[in-house]
């Protein structure tokens, strides 16, 4: 499978934004998908994951409640809403696919990685 993401821009810290990942060349649905970030300076890190039926959902305890994660098997595409923005929150957001069932934390159990947007997030 093959991963495209987009949407990161530069908002005003407590702004919105929308990240979607767009998937191709494989079955969608057999795949967990995650969200990680690195911020300059600063190793990767797990943001967001979700199982292969959207069923269930992990959240870093620094997005919790900020930050909602869906996915569509229909048009094979994983979405990162963020929301309540802070600056700390200023990274390059990366999608993943595991080709698992299950989601995880774990960034060693990604198989494939998009190739990154970046979000920024001003005081």
């Known amino acids: 499978v093959q991963l495209q993401a987009s949407g990161g821009g530069l908002v005003q810290a407590g702004g919105s934004l929308r990240l979607s990942c767009a998937a191709s060349?494989?079955?969608?649905?057999?795949?967990?998908m995650g969200w990680f970030r690195q911020a300059p300076g600063k190793e990767r890190e797990f943001v967001a994951a979700?199982?292969?039926?959207?069923?269930?959902?992990y959240y870093a305890d620094s997005v919790e409640g900020r930050f909602s994660i869906v996915r569509d098997n229909a048009k094979n595409t994983v979405d990162l809403q963020m929301s309540s923005l802070r600056p700390e929150d200023t990274a390059v957001y990366y999608c993943?696919?595991?080709?698992?069932?299950?989601?995880?934390?774990?960034?060693?159990?990604?198989?494939?990685w998009g190739q990154g947007t970046l979000v920024t997030v001003s005081s």
């Open positions: 979700i199982n292969w039926s959207g069923g269930s959902t």
């Open positions: 993943a696919a595991a080709y698992t069932r299950f989601a995880s934390a774990y960034d060693g159990q990604y198989d494939t």
């Open positions: 060349g494989g079955t969608f649905s057999s795949y967990a």
